[in-house]
Every structure is written in structure tokens, then in C-alpha cells.
T-cell receptor, first 111, second 115 residues
Framework: KNEVEQSPQNLTAQEGEFITINCSYS?????LHWLQQHPGGGIVSLFM???GKKKHGRLIATINIQEKHSSLHITASHPRDSAVYIC?????????????FGKGTHLIIQP | DTAVSQTPKYLVTQMGNDKSIKCEQN?????MYWYKQDSKKFLKIMFS???????INETVPNRFSPKSPDKAHLNLHINSLELGDSAVYFC??????????????FGPGTRLLVL
């Protein structure tokens, strides 16, 4: 079992819909990251959070440390949001161990 | 200005060859990483390195070796390439000291195809 589980694996929605992607983890973490991988392959860090909630434009990320769960929300979705969204964690006490990744959620927003 | 750059972007080579992928960051970060993304798009840490410590994922074959001439560069050298090494390799960097709580910046990736 992967230490980081995401759902759904694939999601297709219509433009304007509210999108939620979930991430659960089974290990102690220092921080949780949401990354976006564009169709061209590049990876961009969207959020890093260790508690509460962060918002950037139409993107909102929340984390519940007790429940070991995070969600990424996209409001008023647009076709340009189509990408793979990856949840990743920095392990507690991991120092420079790098990130542990979920398998990603492939999001397609149709016009 | 590119923050984290990798060369080459594409690398096609024969089995058994030795190749290197270069990574440079101009962010002044102290820690750099190499990640491998397999054919199923799953990312996994290979190495992380700062100027004092190299951490190697134990699943990485010893044919792979990171080399850091200075803290702005972390190159990946691969000996005796195998078909299974075909993947996209991403370099990333972040700031020391609280690495676990720092945003990582990714390079554009190097797509390696071993024939």
C-alpha cells in the first residue's frame, strides 16, 4: 500500500464545475505538497501546507492533520486547469529525504 | 530566467552506454534532488543532497550516482544503461535548513529512452 493515496485517479468535469481532489496519507509528515504537472510534463508546486488552509486564486488546499487527509479544490474550473495533480508529503524527521508522492489525479475540464 | 534547468531535455541511447544528466539551480538553494517518473507517471525520490549529506533511496541501483561540483549543480551519472532506466528524470531544489517545510522547485525534466 502506498503511503500516499489520492482519489479519484481520473476526473472529467465540465467547465465551471467545482472540483475536489482528495489525498490521504498513512505516515507522520512535516508538510504536504500539492503539485501540478502540465500536459507538457513540467511540474509546478501549487501549495505546501502543514496545517489549516491556503488559497491562491481559484485554488484552495486544506489539511486535517488528525485525520491525515488533505483536499485540493478548484472553483469555477476552466479547461486550462486540465493537468495531473499530485499530492506529496515530506516525512516527519525526514530531513533531506525528498518527497513521497501519490499516483496523481488526471483532471480534464471540458469546455 | 530559469530557476532549475536540466540538460538534455531528451536523451536517446543504447543499452550498456554511460550517460549524464546535468542540473543547475540559480535560486541559491542548498538542497537538490533527483526524482524518477516511470512509465505509469509515478514519481519517486532517487537522491537528495546538500553540501553536507547525500541521502540515497535504497531502491536505486548503484549504477546511478549523483555528482555535485558545487551547491548550484547536481548531475546524475548513469552507468551501463538498461531498458528499465527509460523514464523522465526530474531535478528539484529547496532551501536549507528546514528542508521538510520548504517548497521544492522542479526542473523541466529529462526524458531518457534506452533502446
Amino acid at each position: 500500500k502506498n503511503e500516499v493515496e489520492q482519489s479519484p485517479q481520473n476526473l472529467t468535469a465540465q467547465e465551471g464545475e467545482f472540483i475536489t481532489i482528495n489525498c490521504s496519507y498513512s505516515v507522520g509528515i512535516s508538510a504536504l505538497h500539492w503539485l501540478q504537472q502540465h500536459p507538457g510534463g513540467g511540474i509546478v508546486s501549487l501549495f505546501m501546507l502543514s496545517s489549516g488552509k491556503k488559497k491562491h486564486g481559484r485554488l484552495i488546499a486544506t489539511i486535517n492533520i488528525q485525520e491525515k487527509h488533505s483536499s485540493l479544490h478548484i472553483t469555477a474550473s476552466h479547461p486550462r486547469d486540465s493537468a495531473v495533480y499530485i499530492c506529496a508529503v515530506s516525512l516527519s524527521g525526514g530531513g533531506a529525504d525528498g518527497l513521497t508522492f501519490g499516483k496523481g489525479t488526471h483532471l480534464i475540464i471540458q469546455p | 530566467d530559469t530557476a532549475v534547468s536540466q540538460t538534455p531535455k531528451y536523451l536517446v541511447t543504447q543499452m550498456g552506454n554511460d550517460k549524464s544528466i546535468k542540473c543547475e539551480q540559480n535560486l541559491g538553494h542548498d538542497t537538490m534532488y533527483w526524482y524518477k517518473q516511470d512509465s505509469k507517471k509515478f514519481l519517486k525520490i532517487m537522491f537528495s543532497y546538500n553540501n553536507k549529506e547525500l541521502i540515497i533511496n535504497e531502491t536505486v541501483p548503484n549504477r546511478f550516482s549523483p555528482k555535485s561540483p558545487d551547491k548550484a549543480h547536481l548531475n546524475l551519472h548513469i552507468n551501463s544503461l538498461e531498458l528499465g532506466d527509460s523514464a523522465v528524470y526530474f531535478c528539484a531544489s529547496s532551501h536549507f535548513p528546514d528542508i521538510a517545510k520548504e517548497t521544492q522547485y522542479f526542473g523541466p525534466g529529462t526524458r531518457l529512452l534506452v533502446l
